[in-house]
């Protein structure tokens, strides 16, 4: 079991940029991928970014492909995810998730956080 809070969401302007991060709990925060969604008003959660447990590999959405990173620290138990030159297409509540696999799909995913919410300014 691992809980996951996440924060650092905000306004920003387009062209700006935010740092997540996503804050587990557990003495097993190690043995799970993680992986950052996001759901837009209107439409379906969708991928971002998946990162591995030691963190030796990620992969990413075209859609934030060369803007976005994540990353992770396990021995802070947190993992972030580093977005660049944000448009307003990038506004959507942002989710932290971990699971034993390392994959893309919303239902592969076990555990959830409350999300934070993204908004960016034309």
């Known amino acids: 079991q691992v809980q996951l809070v996440e924060s650092g969401g905000g306004l920003v302007q387009a062209g700006g940029s935010l740092r997540l991060s996503c804050a587990a709990s557990?003495?097993?925060?190690?043995?799970?991928?993680m992986g950052w969604f996001r759901q837009a008003p209107g439409k379906e959660r969708e991928f971002v970014a998946v990162?591995?447990?030691?963190?030796?590999?990620?992969l990413y959405a075209d859609s934030v492909k060369g803007r976005f990173t994540i990353s992770r620290d396990n021995a802070k138990n947190t993992a972030y995810l580093q977005m660049n030159s944000l448009q307003p297409e990038d506004t959507a509540v942002y989710y932290c998730?971990?699971?034993?696999?390392?994959?893309?799909?919303?239902?592969?995913?076990?555990?959830w956080g409350q999300g934070t919410q993204v908004t960016v300014s034309s």
């Open positions: 998730a971990a699971d034993l696999a390392f994959g893309v799909k919303t239902t592969g995913y076990a555990f």
């Open positions: 557990g003495r097993t925060y190690g043995s799970y991928a």
């Open positions: 990162i591995s447990r030691s963190g030796g590999s990620t």
